[in-house]
């Protein structure tokens, strides 16, 4: 899909036309081994652009070649994998992806990795992020089933990783440059910090770009060993031919096991990874296709969403937004909130209500349910656990859609199916 290849014959194609796996012990291929990673695309937002990136087309690090570009929903998601494992006699384990960034949709991760913690509780799960948004969802990510997060760590140094990034969105600000880089790499060492805390695994996934950061790979280990990384898995660098890295030469075998080589001067155990499949890598792409299909019907002919819905009592869905476009505002810097209603399946929106103003602690969560009487689902970017549980016990469900399309995100809380879904990232 877009790849630019050039003359050089990549690792991933070599291994595809070998149907063998470089190193490690996690890959695609049933045919060689007893392990498959089954990618399950949760969320087609993104808060980081990278510049060998293309945003009409799927995340390189989250979904590589073969994963689907549409999302599932979590039951779709979870009876996905009930059907494959109707299917395959292979140990697989899951892992929560893109086409975008899975914590950018928090709320539909952690409610993907509850249900197939509960039907499969034998069943490894694991995220792959960019880390910018993991310190503040590890232990969410963990009581929910998690046991791994796989990083992408494009590099470690500030001043290098903007060759690699070209801004971070955090809330509703975008940032750019050295800071941007700053607060980037800051994150991700808390992000490791967290998880590590809360008892998950975390495997770093550094790209190896023969221009970029091939030469620099033994110090980005040693800084993520310093980190507290459980695993370094090196994987080949392929832009998207139509992102700013496009014309960049893609990583070839000969690259990567240089890499290694100087990898394995830090940290001994360092693999070649594997960025992992979806079922068209298990069953097939067309019985894949068609698998998908039914579970999508059958999901769609039983219930949208697993979430409350608004009722006769509380009717209306409020978001926090600063612009009436994006889901953009995090719930404890909302000034306002809009709230939309459903007539029939036409969503207007009805009004603008003040919220109670900052401070107070669990007062003021209170004040703001007593503001929203007649609100059943509050949309945000963001809220922390004691709003969460203040609101929840006056009937309010709070969700948590990161810079995601208001649109969508309100007829989602009502139950309404959008008329298209295109491929493309939002």
Do not use: C, H
């Given at each position: 899909m877009g790849r630019a290849r050039g003359r050089h014959s990549s690792p991933r194609r070599q291994r595809a036309q070998s149907g063998k796996q470089l190193h490690g012990d996690i890959v695609t291929s049933t045919t060689a081994h007893t392990l498959s990673r089954i990618r399950l695309p949760v969320s087609a937002l993104c808060n980081v652009q990278c510049r060998f990136c293309d945003r009409n087309l799927d995340c390189v690090f989250t979904a590589p070649d073969g994963v689907a570009s549409e999302t599932l929903t979590p039951r779709e998601a979870a009876g996905y994998l009930d059907a494959i494992l109707q299917k395959v006699e292979v140990s697989v384990e899951v892992c929560l992806s893109g086409p975008g960034e899975p914590l950018a949709r928090p709320d539909e991760a952690l409610a993907t990795a509850q249900l197939v913690a509960e039907r499969h509780p034998d069943v490894r799960i694991s995220v792959a992020t960019n880390g910018l948004a993991l310190p503040g969802y590890a232990r969410d990510l963990a009581e929910a089933g998690v046991k791994e997060v796989r990083l992408a760590v494009a590099d470690t140094d500030p001043l290098r990783l903007g060759s690699f990034v070209a801004f971070i969105r955090t809330g509703k600000r975008s940032l750019r440059g050295e800071e941007a880089m700053q607060v980037f790499v800051s994150q991700q060492e808390k992000g490791v910090a967290e998880a590590k805390h809360h008892g998950l695994r975390v495997t770093a996934v550094v790209p190896v770009a023969?221009?970029?950061?091939?030469?620099?790979?033994?110090?980005?280990?040693?800084?993520?060993?310093?980190?507290?990384?459980?695993?370094?898995?090196?994987?080949?660098?392929?832009?998207?031919?139509?992102?700013?890295?496009?014309?960049?030469?893609?990583?070839?075998?000969?690259?990567?096991?240089?890499?290694?080589?100087?990898?394995?001067?830090?940290?001994?155990?360092?693999?070649?990874?594997?960025?992992?499949?979806?079922?068209?890598?298990?069953?097939?792409?067309?019985?894949?296709?068609?698998?998908?299909?039914?579970?999508?019907?059958?999901?769609?002919?039983?219930?949208?969403?697993?979430?409350?819905?608004?009722?006769?009592?509380?009717?209306?869905?409020?978001?926090?937004?600063?612009?009436?476009?994006?889901?953009?505002?995090h719930l404890g810097h909302a000034e306002k909130l809009l709230v939309y209603g459903n007539d029939n399946g036409l969503v207007t929106l009805r009004e603008a209500r003040l919220t109670p103003p900052r401070g107070g602690g669990s007062d003021r969560w209170k004040a703001l349910a007593e503001v929203l009487p007649d609100v059943k689902v509050l949309i945000a970017a963001g809220a922390g656990d004691n709003p969460r549980t203040i609101l929840a016990e006056y009937g309010i469900d709070v969700r948590v859609y990161n810079d995601a399309p208001l649109q969508g995100a309100v007829l989602h809380a009502f139950g309404i199916k959008p008329k298209g879904r295109g491929k493309g990232r939002q």
């Open positions: 023969p221009e970029v950061n091939k030469a620099n790979v033994a110090e980005i280990a040693e800084r993520l060993k310093n980190w507290g990384v459980d695993r370094i898995e090196l994987v080949p660098f392929e832009p998207r031919e139509k992102s700013g890295l496009g014309k960049a030469r893609p990583a070839t075998q000969a690259d990567m096991d240089e890499a290694l080589s100087a990898v394995r001067t830090v940290v001994p155990d360092a693999q070649l990874g594997d960025m992992g499949g979806d079922g068209a890598s298990l069953l097939g792409e067309e019985e894949a296709a068609i698998l998908l299909r039914r579970i999508k019907l059958a999901t769609e002919a039983d219930v949208v969403t697993d979430r409350p819905m608004p009722d006769r009592n509380r009717p209306y869905v409020a978001v926090a937004t600063s612009d009436g476009e994006a889901v953009d505002v």
